[in-house]
Nanobody
Framework: QVHLVESGGGLVPPGGSLKISCAGP????????MNWFRQAPGGQRTWVAQ???????KYVDSVKGRFAIYRDNDKPTIHLQMDSLKPEDTGTYYC?????????????WGQGTRVTVSS
């Protein structure tokens, strides 16, 4: 059983900043493309950002220039720094690992951390 554990969610006013994190097994995080998804209340889960094992990060257009995804391979942990937050960024944020196993690709998910942007 692979456990990805998100942390750092909370309530923040519009324009504020928040950093959320995802911790997991080193053998999973170090070799997997790691993603953040979010799900707004009553909405579908949508992709937000990805950081591959090597190479540059990718973002959905709505968060470009405001969010930054990065790795801390020493821990190992994935972080999502969120700046200039907007009410539409509200939702539950999920960490995802796309693990390239020897015979198949396996998706692992965390339990989510809630982010609320409101005054």
């Amino acid at each position: 059983q692979v456990h990805l554990v998100e942390s750092g969610g909370g309530l923040v006013p519009p324009g504020g900043s928040l950093k959320i994190s995802c911790a997991g097994p080193r053998n999973i995080i170090s070799v997997s493309p790691m993603n953040w998804f979010r799900q707004a209340p009553g909405g579908q889960r949508t992709w937000v950002a990805q950081i591959p094992p090597t190479g540059g990060p990718k973002y959905v257009d709505s968060v470009k220039g405001r969010f930054a995804i990065y790795r801390d391979n020493d821990k190992p942990t994935i972080h999502l720094q969120m700046d200039s937050l907007k009410p539409e960024d509200t939702g539950t944020y999920y960490c995802n690992a796309v693990y390239p196993g020897s015979d198949r690709i396996t998706n692992y998910w965390g339990q989510g951390t809630r982010v609320t942007v409101s005054s």
